[in-house]
């Protein structure tokens, strides 16, 4: 079960180098699927592309000291296992747990945070670029998992779960910790697909 080692390593500690194993997991285990059915595997792919561009980014925009301050703020394994046990146990209730539960605990905590250290212009650019993308995608998933949802509301419970990491006052660490935790959250929400797979 390499997913599930790597899914656990990705919670722990994001990384580009991380996502890259995910991602060869999700590829392997898509060819198992036959072609037509593709298509869920094909957007947690995309998703996990998306945010390992995001993380790139961020590393290119930040001082090898603030990305390693950045990168000690990101200590949310306790969350990410939770998250995980959920997807390999309890697939009908997992979007629920995971953003309802874990997800926004962990996002309060993280807005609460503010720190001093600014960072350089060009990494607010990359916020507000995955903030964008991930609005579109929780749109799609929200849209998918919950389509009696007035649009109205969906936009505004996106628009809450985004508005810290697109506020100013939100110190930068804070905003690609909440990010990240969106991307993972996103990810998970995506791999119902994949607990078939995972128990045979």
């Given at each position: 079960?390499?997913?599930?080692?790597?899914?656990s390593?990705?919670?722990?500690?994001?990384?580009?180098?991380?996502?890259?194993?995910?991602?060869?997991?999700?590829?392997?285990l898509?060819?198992?699927?036959?072609?037509?059915?593709?298509?869920d595997?094909?957007?947690?792919?995309?998703?996990?592309?998306?945010?390992?561009?995001?993380?790139g980014?961020?590393?290119?925009?930040?001082?090898?000291?603030?990305?390693?301050?950045?990168a000690?703020?990101?200590?949310?394994?306790?969350?990410?296992?939770?998250?995980?046990?959920?997807?390999?146990?309890d697939?009908?209730?997992?979007?629920?747990?995971?953003?309802?539960?874990?997800?926004?605990e962990?996002?309060?905590?993280?807005?609460?945070?503010?720190?001093v250290?600014?960072?350089?212009?060009?990494?607010?650019?990359?916020?507000?670029?995955?903030?964008?993308?991930?609005?579109?995608?929780?749109?799609?998933?929200?849209?998918?998992?919950?389509?009696?949802?007035?649009?109205?509301?969906?936009?505004?419970?996106?628009?809450?779960?985004?508005?810290?990491?697109?506020?100013?006052?939100?110190?930068?660490?804070?905003?690609?910790?909440?990010?990240?935790v969106?991307?993972?959250g996103?990810?998970l929400?995506?791999?119902?697909?994949?607990?078939?797979?995972?128990?045979?």
């Amino acid at each position: 079960m390499s997913l599930i080692t790597n899914l656990s390593r990705l919670l722990a500690g994001p990384a580009p180098d991380v996502l890259w194993d995910v991602q060869s997991d999700l590829l392997e285990l898509s060819d198992r699927l036959p072609r037509a059915e593709r298509g869920d595997a094909d957007r947690s792919i995309a998703i996990a592309g998306r945010f390992h561009q995001y993380l790139g980014d961020l590393a290119s925009k930040t001082t090898a000291h603030q990305y390693s301050q950045w990168a000690s703020q990101l200590d949310l394994g306790s969350v990410g296992v939770l998250a995980l046990q959920d997807l390999v146990s309890d697939r009908e209730r997992l979007l629920e747990k995971l953003l309802l539960g874990g997800l926004s605990e962990g996002l309060m905590v993280l807005a609460s945070r503010q720190y001093v250290k600014a960072w350089q212009a060009e990494a607010r650019q990359v916020h507000e670029e995955a903030s964008w993308w991930l609005f579109d995608a929780l749109w799609r998933l929200s849209r998918e998992l919950r389509p009696e949802l007035a649009p109205e509301d969906r936009r505004r419970g996106i628009e809450h779960l985004l508005a810290a990491a697109r506020s100013r006052e939100c110190a930068p660490e804070a905003k690609a910790a909440m990010l990240v935790v969106l991307f993972q959250g996103l990810l998970l929400a995506s791999l119902q697909w994949a607990v078939p797979l995972l128990r045979r």
